[in-house]
T-cell receptor
Framework: GAVVSQHPSWVICKSGTSVKIECRSL??????MFWYRQFPKQSLMLMAT?????????EQGVEKDKFLINHASLTLSTLTVTSAHPEDSSFYIC?????????????FGPGTRLTVL | DQQVKQNSPSLSVQEGRISILNCDYT??????FLWYKKYPAEGPTFLIS?????DKNEDGRFTVFLNKSAKHLSLHIVPSQPGDSAVYFC????????????FGTGTRLQVFP
């Protein structure tokens, strides 16, 4: 199956700093990538949809100026959490579609745990 | 409004028996459904999917059933194994692979010896 990686797998930062998370499709070109956030014991919540070469589409309630998404190539999307605060601490997961797989399957990265002190 | 619901937050099953995880949805426009398995601190792993043109899809120990009239789907795991212990999410989407997934809240399955 298609492989999606994320880097870093975990990060601890001070309040007010910015953190960049990378999502890469390793063996296929991802026309679309999604960014999710999961709080403990809650479902995955879609934050934004990212298409290569265009602006991301953010879900209602997600601050686009705080969560900057860049999908610069068909294999890389980045999520930058700007001026992070403790309430941004969460598990961030990306997924990608666009491989040769004909099914409508999103392949997920392993996730990035962000802790803001 | 929760469009995809998993009303059982947890399920405990003995090894070798059948595990049945349920999922209900409210949006009749959904036409593609998926089940994902998730271990703590990892991303979800795709298990099995079903299109609305089918009512059953089987892959090894995993079978998904879809009842469109009831807007209900279920995942059957037979026989259950301790390694199946994880959180299972059902998800629904529209017809295109770029449609966003709407996830349920998950069911934690524990398979004990």
């Amino acid at each position: 199956g298609a492989v999606v990686s994320q880097h870093p797998s975990w990060v601890i930062c001070k309040s007010g700093t910015s953190v960049k998370i990378e999502c890469r499709s390793l063996d296929f070109q991802a026309t679309t990538m999604f960014w999710y956030r999961q709080f403990p014991k809650q479902s995955l919540m879609l934050m934004a949809t990212s298409n290569e070469g265009s602006k991301a589409t953010y879900e209602q309630g997600v601050e686009k100026d705080k969560f900057l998404i860049n999908h610069a190539s068909l294999t890389l999307s980045t999520l930058t959490v700007t001026s992070a605060h403790p309430e941004d601490s969460s598990f961030y997961i990306c997924s990608a579609v666009g491989g040769s797989d004909s099914t409508d399957t999103q392949y997920f990265g392993p996730g990035t745990r962000l802790t803001v002190l | 409004d929760q469009q995809v619901k998993q009303n059982s937050p947890s399920l405990s099953v003995q090894e070798g028996r059948i595990s049945i995880l349920n999922c209900d949805y409210t949006n009749s426009m959904f036409d593609y459904f998926l089940w994902y398995k998730k271990y703590p601190a990892e991303g979800p792993t795709f298990l099995i999917s079903i299109s609305s043109i089918k009512d059953k899809n089987e892959d090894g120990r995993f079978t998904v059933f879809l009842n469109k009239s009831a807007k209900h789907l279920s995942l059957h795991i037979v026989p259950s194994q301790p390694g199946d212990s994880a959180v299972y999410f059902c998800a629904a989407s529209g017809p295109y692979n770029t449609d966003k997934l709407i996830f349920g809240t998950g069911t934690r399955l524990q398979v004990f010896p």
